[in-house]
């Protein structure tokens, strides 16, 4: 059977869909409703068989009894709370199918045919790892200081071109294949914020192939409060260094890990410490003038796209948000810098008594 007359694939098609839970709400409502009409619409031009595999990762109950249209779903309860990448490893492991489409239970898709334009982009690139939809700038939470988060995470994309290689991979929302991510050793398992993403996005350059981003079909999402968010940058920040370390490179444009991060973070950084040595300098003052100045110009293209995109009223939350944001990357590194050492003064320890 024909895709868009370009590339020919068996008749039917076989796909685990694997939905990861915590305590997801009313917003696995969202969640489920946009993808039953997927599989819906998907079934329209393929034989399709599926499964949804809801795991739940040691929260409360999930109540999924309502008319979602999703005619083969079950839910996995595991006793103890493990992370993201272990619920996902979980899923894969019992799933059935090679094709495996990831979906994080807050994650709506906003079109109907977003799986078949996704499944159609895997099938027509070469080497593809890994594919998911970019980000729509729409944000489903209602909370203020959440249109700056959106704003964060859905900048980058904007000018790029309409297939996109990226150095991470779409974790809560793409198509992957199953024998090739067991091939690469699966999921692994981060403590708290993740980081999984980037180290299992690597692992499939490493590997020959690419994680892609396509811009053909989106998602939108219920987008952390600035606090929220500030809190998980603490713990992926420190989670994240060591992959910093061993891959030796930032991250491509559109993640958080990017050059132009880091350079706001190392900025926001030199302004802390002449505040605080304000009364030992005379020109401190001006030194953080001048730094605060600096930092505006490295954000200037993402102020203007959050007044572009967002709420132009709320420009002093855009602001304050990007000091909030440098601030946690700041701690998260001296955490994960802290842990480092921890571990490798352990390591040391460990050696010199068996050494004995």
């Not at 492991?93 to 982009?121: G, T």
């Not at 991470?168 to 699966?186: A, D, P, T, V």
């Not at 403590?191 to 994680?211: D, Q, V």
Request: with cysteine; charged share 20%; net charge positive.
């Amino acid at each position: 059977m024909a895709i868009t007359g370009l590339i020919k694939v068996d008749n039917e098609i076989k796909i685990s869909v694997i939905i990861p839970a915590y305590n997801p709400g009313k917003k696995i409502i969202h969640c489920l409703n946009a993808l039953g009409k997927n599989l819906e619409y998907f079934s329209k031009s393929f034989k399709l068989t599926y499964e949804v595999l809801i795991i739940n990762d040691a929260g409360n109950e999930i109540n999924f009894n309502f008319n979602h249209g999703i005619k083969n779903i079950r839910s996995v309860r595991i006793r103890k709370n493990r992370g993201v990448g272990y619920v996902r490893q979980l899923g894969t492991r019992i799933s059935k199918y090679n094709y495996i489409f990831y979906l994080d239970s807050d994650v709506v898709l906003e079109n109907e045919n977003s799986i078949k334009i996704l499944f159609e982009e895997f099938q027509k690139y070469k080497n593809v790892g890994s594919i998911g939809p970019v980000q729509n700038y729409k944000n489903l939470n209602d909370e203020f200081t959440s249109d700056f988060v959106s704003a964060k995470t859905c900048y980058g994309f904007e000018d790029t071109q309409e297939i996109i290689e990226f150095s991470g991979m779409r974790s809560e929302c793409c198509i992957m294949e199953k024998k090739f991510l067991n091939l690469i050793g699966g999921w692994k398992f981060f403590p708290s914020a993740g980081g999984e993403e980037f180290e299992l996005g690597h692992r499939i350059i490493a590997n020959g192939k690419k994680n892609y981003i396509t811009k053909k079909t989106n998602y939108t999402t219920f987008y952390d409060n600035l606090y929220s968010r500030c809190k998980t940058i603490v713990f992926r920040t420190s989670t994240y260094l060591p992959i910093f370390i061993n891959r030796k490179k930032f991250e491509t444009k559109g993640a958080f890990a990017t050059f132009s991060q880091a350079l706001s973070a190392f900025t926001t950084s030199l302004t802390l410490m002449f505040f605080l040595l304000q009364n030992v300098s005379d020109n401190s003052k001006i030194i953080i003038l001048i730094l605060i100045f600096l930092n505006f110009v490295i954000e200037f293209n993402f102020i203007k796209f959050a007044l572009k995109y967002y709420k132009k009223e709320n420009l002093l939350i855009y602001l304050l948000g990007i000091y909030a944001i440098n601030l946690s990357i700041i701690f998260g590194a001296l955490l994960g810098i802290f842990r480092l050492f921890s571990l490798k003064k352990l390591k040391i320890y460990l050696n010199n008594k068996n050494e004995k």
